[in-house]
């Protein structure tokens, strides 16, 4: 009994460990958005829209086509060092990035940090997954969501930071980069690899061997996932990436309240969704598999008016209510696309699982980046693209009502 509590106990401790992991992980790519106007000024080789665009669009392309990557390794060996090794090496070129002079530099820069997250989320949430089976597992991974939420928050506040001449864009990089250095020592130290539950593995492997990415790429459910996991993370990425600067540019805002403004109230509102989701997906869960797939499908469904709301909103109140309302929703939606892939998966193939998934919808991601910048160069108005982003969402909610789960772990916590 002492010891299953002592497993309890440090599954949570788990994801205290990994919080602050995942809020640098965000916090490092949010600062780009909102100190856009500061680095363009430095930088005066980014020529329009579509050249930051790029910037934004390499780092995701990067990401994506290393994600299978990392997870198949974090499925494979210690996840403990995946993760430290992973932090260290993005901390390092977050540092770097507060130097970078060019064009070309900054490319390279975000490229290089997209090769070194690639392995952080997929082998994190796998990480999680192994130490809360059954009934707490949404939780657990809406909590470490909440960490990227946060991180997304002080991202908001870094348009402030660098309009302060004291500090600005440079120093800002410098120093979060020097904090994830420093972190990744007592990270390594206090964190475990757990050993998988051997009901778990029974249950799902029943003798069976195959190739991971057969087993994957023929499962129906899994291609549905990842289709719900991709469409509407375009315009997640749009939202997250684009809004400081739409809201700087549609209500003459300062580039400190337009960072505020675009990230605050939305980052706020999915870390309140991603609590409230995984928490009434956990309880669902108790009296249907389909608990998950539900409370998934619910947060969807709050994309189509607050998509609507943001690309119609004729003053900056209605446009944050849009994101507030979106932000929500997608809580719903993040705290719940691992557990569900544990329903559809095997518990050795999860990272793997998920860094295809990541694959997929962050290398959309980077084309909506790109695209959404060349479309304003054309001036296609807002409304219209947003509209577009709605009727996705409505399409993801089919989908993820399409999947049909296996009976899920019932081990006591």
Not at 11 to 27: Q, R, S, T
Not at 33 to 55: E, F, L, Q, Y
Request: net charge positive; hydrophobic share 50%; aromatic share 12%.
């Amino acid at each position: 009994m002492s010891n299953t509590k002592s497993i309890s106990s440090y599954a949570w401790f788990v994801v205290v460990l990994l919080f602050p992991v995942a809020l640098l992980n965000y916090l490092d790519r949010q600062m780009l958005a909102t100190m856009k106007s500061s680095m363009v000024g430095d930088i005066p080789t980014i020529a329009n829209r579509a050249d930051w665009g790029w910037v934004l669009a390499c780092f995701k392309w990067t990401y994506a086509v290393l994600s299978p990557f990392g997870g198949y390794v974090a499925d494979r060996v210690s996840k403990k060092h995946v993760i430290g090794a992973s932090l260290f090496v993005w901390s390092a070129v977050t540092w770097w990035t507060g130097h970078v002079t060019t064009f070309h530099e900054l490319v390279a820069a975000r490229a290089l940090m997209g090769v070194s997250e690639a392995f952080y989320i997929p082998c994190a949430l796998a990480l999680i997954t192994d130490y809360h089976a059954g009934l707490t597992r949404s939780r657990a991974v809406g909590l470490h969501q909440a960490g990227i939420y946060c991180g997304q928050i002080l991202g908001g506040f870094a348009g402030y930071v660098a309009d302060s001449p004291a500090h600005g864009w440079r120093w800002a990089f410098s120093t979060c980069g020097m904090i994830g250095v420093i972190y990744a020592l007592p990270l390594l130290a206090l964190l475990r690899n757990p050993a998988r539950a051997e009901t778990e593995t029974a249950k799902t492997d029943s003798g069976h061997k195959g190739n991971v990415f057969t087993e994957l790429l023929g499962n129906r459910n899994f291609i549905l996932l990842v289709l719900y996991f991709t469409l509407p993370a375009i315009a997640g990425w749009v939202v997250r990436d684009w809004m400081p600067d739409i809201l700087k540019e549609k209500f003459h805002l300062g580039q400190g309240k337009a960072g505020v403004s675009a990230i605050l109230f939305v980052q706020i509102a999915s870390l309140v969704g991603a609590i409230i989701g995984g928490t009434l997906a956990d309880r669902w869960m108790r009296t249907t598999v389909r608990g998950r797939i539900f409370t998934s499908a619910i947060g969807m469904t709050l994309f189509l008016p607050a998509l609507f709301g943001v690309g119609n909103a004729g003053s900056l109140t209605v446009a944050v209510a849009g994101l507030i309302v979106f932000g929500l929703g997608w809580g719903f939606f993040d705290c719940n696309n691992m557990p569900i892939l544990c329903q559809i998966a095997r518990p050795q193939w999860r990272a793997t699982g998920y860094g295809i998934m990541n694959l997929v919808s962050i290398s959309c991601g980077g084309f909506g980046d790109w695209a959404f910048g060349a479309l304003r160069d054309r001036h296609v108005p807002i409304n219209v693209i947003f509209g577009v982003f709605a009727g996705v969402a409505l399409v993801s909610v089919v989908m993820v009502l399409l999947i049909k789960p296996r009976a899920v772990e019932t081990q006591p916590q």
